[in-house]
């Protein structure tokens, strides 16, 4: 069973751009939570959804920010127009439910140029 | 509003030497609380968490951490640090057993291990 899968491990944008960070749960798990790292700080809440629905979004920036769990494929984060201030890790963490234990991914960093 | 303290933001230790990473919380409700550890370039490893019971929980890899309402504590120890426990760890307090969903972290313990 592979764990959390996030892709890309990397991604470099320009002020401006778009970025998508896509986060595949483990098997059978249908949680997924979005955790932002700001340099020298610790992980920070952002959404956490289920199923084509999002349960939680009271940690998620009011503007440019979104994020979907489609019925089919990964978790998409999704960061328009972005400023350097988005430069951070960005980790998805799934669990089959929302008491059991959460399995995080090895992040997205993302660097705004 | 929730919140986790750690104080030390580095702390080198010699292999084979005992290691506590102190860590705080401020919660309002029964908290559920949650040790990590992050290897470079790597996600967050569960290492241990506590909810209830006994105040003293073991966790993976040799690490135990005791729980104290009193002091709103929750420490990491380890008797004899190996080299490959270099890490950061963060310690994290939330409203589900699971944790996964709103936990606050604190902003981590880088360790330091040396041979």
């Known amino acids: 069973n592979a764990g959390v899968m996030q892709n890309p491990r990397h991604l470099v944008r320009r002020r401006g751009q778009e970025a998508r960070l896509r986060c595949s749960p483990m098997?059978?798990?249908?949680?997924v939570y979005w955790y932002r790292q700001l340099p020298e700080e610790g992980l920070k809440f952002m959404v956490y959804?289920?199923?084509?629905?999002?349960?939680?979004e009271s940690g998620m920036p009011k503007e440019r920010f979104s994020a979907e769990f489609p019925k089919e494929g990964p978790s998409i984060l999704r960061i328009q127009q972005v400023v350097r201030g988005d430069s951070a890790a960005y980790f998805c963490a799934s669990s089959p439910s929302v008491g059991d234990e959460a399995f995080f991914g090895q992040g997205t960093r993302l660097t705004v140029v | 509003a929730q919140s986790v303290t750690q104080p030390d933001i580095h702390i080198t230790v010699s292999e084979g030497a005992s290691l506590e990473l102190r860590c705080n919380y401020s919660?309002?409700?029964?908290?559920?609380l949650f040790w990590y550890v992050q290897s470079p370039g790597q996600g967050l490893q569960l290492l241990l968490k506590?909810?209830?019971?006994?105040?003293l929980v073991q966790g993976i890899k040799g690490f135990e951490a005791e729980f104290k309402r009193s002091q709103s504590s929750f420490n990491l120890r380890k008797p004899s640090v190996h080299w490959s426990d270099a890490a950061e760890y963060f310690c994290?307090?939330?409203?589900?057993?699971?944790?996964?969903?709103?936990?606050?972290f604190g902003t981590g313990t880088q360790l330091k291990v040396e041979l």
């Open positions: 994290a307090v939330g409203p589900f057993t699971g944790g996964g969903n709103k936990l606050t």
């Open positions: 959804l289920q199923k084509e629905n999002i349960i939680d």
């Open positions: 919660y309002g409700a029964t908290p559920y």
């Open positions: 098997k059978g798990h249908s949680h």
């Open positions: 506590y909810f209830s019971g006994d105040t």
